[in-house]
């Protein structure tokens, strides 16, 4: 199953069984796509868990950052 590149975030919001988490992690060692878009992803948690406020930050990059989170 490589199903893990279009579904990434599904899975890192636990949206899979425990099996598919497994099945990511190992996805995730041999996939840098994935292993990129999660960084992203999890930097703009933290960002926002610290307090860090979007409206700072101008539109334009806002939406390069979510086109590139979820690669549309
Ligand atoms: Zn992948």
Excluded: W
């Amino acid at each position: 199953m490589e199903n893990y590149c279009d579904n990434l975030l599904d899975y890192v919001n636990h949206q899979g069984t425990a099996n598919e988490a497994i099945g990511l992690m190992e996805h995730l060692h041999v996939c840098q796509r994935c292993r990129q878009n999660i960084d992203l992803y999890r930097e703009s948690l933290e960002l926002m868990q610290q307090g860090f406020t979007i409206r700072d930050v101008p539109g334009s990059l806002k939406k390069e950052i979510l086109d590139f989170v979820f690669e549309k």
